[in-house]
C-alpha cells in the first residue's frame, strides 16, 4: 500500500467506507493507479463520530510516506468529512474538494426532512449552483435560493455549505472537463470490501479481513479486460490482437502469489511459477517466449502494481503495429 501511494500519490480519495459494528467505522484512502483503478493505500478504524478524523488520516498517512507530502494534487473526500481548513497545511500543494453529488445529496435530504415547498425548484438552483462556472453565477443563484427557500432550510445552507463553497463549487473546486471518479472509486472498493467483511464484527476479524485482501487475484478477479483487448485490437495486427485477446481474457482467474524479488516479479502457481522482469515487460513463461507479447503473468504483475495493461511499448515491431510505426506494419 504504501508502495502504491508512493507511485500515484496525485489524487487521493478519502470516505468512511462502513460501519463494522456499533462502536467502530471503517475509513479508506483510495489512490487511482495506472490504470484509472481505485487502489487502497490506508485504512483507518475509527469510533464512531471522532471529530477531527481527517486530518488525523491525512497526517498520519504523509508520517508513514513522507515523500507524497509535495506531490498530492487533488484530496477528494465525501461530504461528512469535517475539519476541511487543516489539510492543506499538511499537504500544500494539495486541493482539496468535496464529492459535489454527495452535497447535492444532503442538500436534497435535508430539503426532504423540512417539507419545503417549491422543493423542485430549489433542487434546481442547489445543482445550478453547484454546476457554476463562475462566483457572479454562484452568487446569482444564491439570490434567488434566498428569495425561494424558507429561512430553516436557508440558515443550513449557509451555515453548512456556503461558507465551504470553495470545495464543491465548479469554478473554485473543480478543473474544467475533468470527470472526478470518487463515487466510482469508492463503489468498486465497497464491492471489494463486501467479499472479506460482514458486519457486524469483531475488531481483528476486520483486520484481518482487510489485510486478505491486498492478494492479487483479488485485483485480478475485478478486472474488466475488454477496454484493454479493444486497445490492442485497433494497434495490432488480427493475429497479434487475438493472442493478446486469449492472454487477457485469463488474467481474471489466475491465482498466483506475487512476490517482488531482485530479480523481478515472482508469480508462485500451485504447479509452477514465472518470473516477471523488473521492468514489467518480458516474462520467463513460453508464450511470452514464442511470441515476445505481453502474457498474462505480465499483465497480472502489472495491474497490481498498477502500471497500464494497454502499452504500445510492450509490442515488439516485428509483430506489426498498425500506426506510428511504418516499418513494423511493412514486416507484418
Ligand atoms: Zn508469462
Redesign the pocket.
Known sequence: MRELVQRFPARLFLERATCLNADFELHTVLCQDGNGRSREVAYCLARQGLPDLLIFMVASLVQSVPDIKLQVKVVTVGADAMGFEAVEEVLPCAKLQICRLQVLEALYRKACDLFLPKEGQIHNLLLNMSNANSPRVYSQYLNCLEDVAPLPFLQYFLECWHPHRSLWVECWAFEKNQECSFLDHFSAHRRKLLTVLTPPMALPACVQGLLDLQTLPVETAMLNVAPVTQLYHTTCLPDSSDLLAEELDLVPQVHYKLKDTSDGYLLEGSNCS?L?SQDLAT???S??GAHQLP????FAARLWMGEPLFDPNLLPSSQGVLHDDAEGQGEG
Not at 295 to 298: A, L, N, Q, V
Request: include cysteine.
Open positions: 514465472f516477471v516474462c520467463s513463461c508464450i511470452y502474457c498474462r503473468h505480465i
